[in-house]
């Protein structure tokens, strides 16, 4: 089994950044996909932001790009989310995902994903 731990939500002004972080343990391999996902209330969980583990690929939402960034750390499975310019709409549960099998297109829908943290909040306020 592999566990996904994240860190690094909070409350914050828009116009503020955060960076969130998730570790994976566990059952590991080489290569794998990770990404992030947001869930507000009342709506559908969403893609934010995908890296394949070589850093190769990226993939990001529409309204993410230019404000998220995505990174990930070779010597370790993990992922992170720089998050800049955060505006009220931003505000939802942050999900890490992890899948094994690596892609030429970094997948966005949910069901493709083997693994998910437990979600941190993250809240900005006008």
């Known amino acids: 089994q592999v566990q996904l731990v994240e860190s690094g939500g909070g409350l914050v002004q828009a116009g503020d950044s955060l960076r969130l972080s998730c570790a994976a343990s566990?059952?590991?391999?080489?290569?794998?996909?990770m990404a992030w996902f947001r869930q507000a209330p009342g709506k559908e969980r969403e893609f934010v932001a995908g890296?394949?583990?070589?850093?190769?690929?990226?993939n990001y939402a529409g309204a993410m790009k230019g404000r998220f960034t995505i990174s990930t750390d070779n010597t370790k499975i993990m992922v992170a989310l720089q998050m800049n310019s955060l505006k009220p709409e931003d505000t939802a549960v942050y999900y890490c995902?992890?899948?094994?099998?690596?892609?030429?297109?970094?997948?966005?829908?949910?069901?493709?994903?083997?693994?998910w943290g437990q979600g941190t909040q993250v809240t900005v306020s006008s």
């Open positions: 995902a992890l899948r094994w099998e690596v892609t030429v297109a970094i997948p966005i829908q949910p069901n493709e994903y083997e693994y």
């Open positions: 566990g059952r590991t391999v080489s290569t794998y996909t």
């Open positions: 890296i394949s583990w070589n850093r190769g690929r990226t």
